[in-house]
């Protein structure tokens, strides 16, 4: 792992304010936060944190992809969520009694991170009632989302959530035909699905040999989008 300072040069208060957390910050808040930012490169595979461990930080993922995971008493790997660039993580702590990761945080192949410190935010934070206020009005609003994604995990069978991963990655809403490739291993996104991936991949192939998708390695063609 490799740390880095981060000079305010290449972070604007532009960027910054389009991540929820720093979205209500005045100029001069966003210049506390950026004097702390730091700059993390991990490689494939390598840890940020592990669970249990002291949380001192938050991060936002600039590029690869992060997991997030947990391992049960039998060493089976859980993947709770997948960080895709763009998406900040670990800030729920900094609210916690106890400032401790509760999950472990794993890169899946090279990534850069920004850190932010925990203390400066909660700092700017009890200085603001009004800035609580805004941060909370944006909290909420993801917790609608988290709402639905454990719908999505507990209502619909391992066929719907597969499907409705599939679909998700169509960004193109015009064409009826469409491609693209897993950007993170399969068995990592079977785990993030709930879904075992000897299931995983029988559900691939039932799809493929309906007709519905053709899966060639890491890459997927949607045949008929509205089928699917």
Known sequence: MQYQSYPDTLTTDQELQQLYLFSCLNAQQLARIKHSVRQIQLEDEE???????????????????IK?????????????EVILPGQTFAEAIIFMPKSIYPVTAQSINHSVLLSFENKIYLDI????????????SHMSQRLSMWINEIDNLTLQNATHRLVNYLLYQVHDEHHNVYEFNFSIPKHVIASRLS????TFSRILHRLNREGLITVKGRTVHIDNVDRL
């Open 68 to 80: 997030l995971l947990r391992l049960s008493l039998e060493g089976a790997e859980k993947v709770f």
């Open 47 to 65: 840890y940020l944190f592990k669970q249990n461990q002291r949380a001192e930080r938050f991060f936002m993922l600039k590029e690869g992809h």
């Open 125 to 136: 934070l009890n200085e603001s009632s009004a800035t609580c206020f805004q941060l909370l």
């Open 195 to 198: 879904i075992k991936p000897e």
